[in-house]
């Protein structure tokens, strides 16, 4: 009984978009440990998202971008980039501007 059902669903059927999704969620760590999500689990792919980040404390010479890809029970690094010796890094915290494009 079910076949049928499925074989006459289906043959109504002319066009069919299919999408593809991340299956774990994709994020910034920033200070403290804590995960800034840039995109949740079971988001359609391909996507884009930029993301305005700045520093944490006075005079801070640089900063290490950590994206890390997470589940509901585990965390794993995809990718590091470090940013220091800027021209101008002798500002307040919040001075320098960084974009990270997720």
């Known amino acids: ?9 289906w043959r109504d059927v002319k066009d069919i978009l299919l999408l593809d999704v991340t299956p774990l969620s994709l ?6 440990r804590r ?3 840039a995109n949740p689990a079971q988001y359609t792919i391909p ?3 930029v993301e ?7 005079n801070q010479p640089g900063v290490e971008i950590h ?4 589940s509901a ?12 010796n800027w021209t101008d890094s002798s500002g307040p915290r919040g001075t320098p501007q960084i974009e990270v494009h997720v």
Do not use: I
């Not at 029970?73 to 220091?84: I, L, P």
């Open 52 to 58: 305005t980040y700045s520093t944490a404390a006075d």
């Open 73 to 84: 029970n585990s965390r794993k690094t995809t990718g590091r980039s470090e940013h220091s």
């Open 47 to 49: 996507t884009r998202k």
């Open 27 to 32: 994020g910034v760590e920033t200070l403290g």
């Open 35 to 37: 995960d800034d999500r």
């Open 67 to 70: 994206v890390m890809q997470a």
């Open 1 to 9: 009984m079910a076949r049928r059902f499925r074989a006459q669903c």
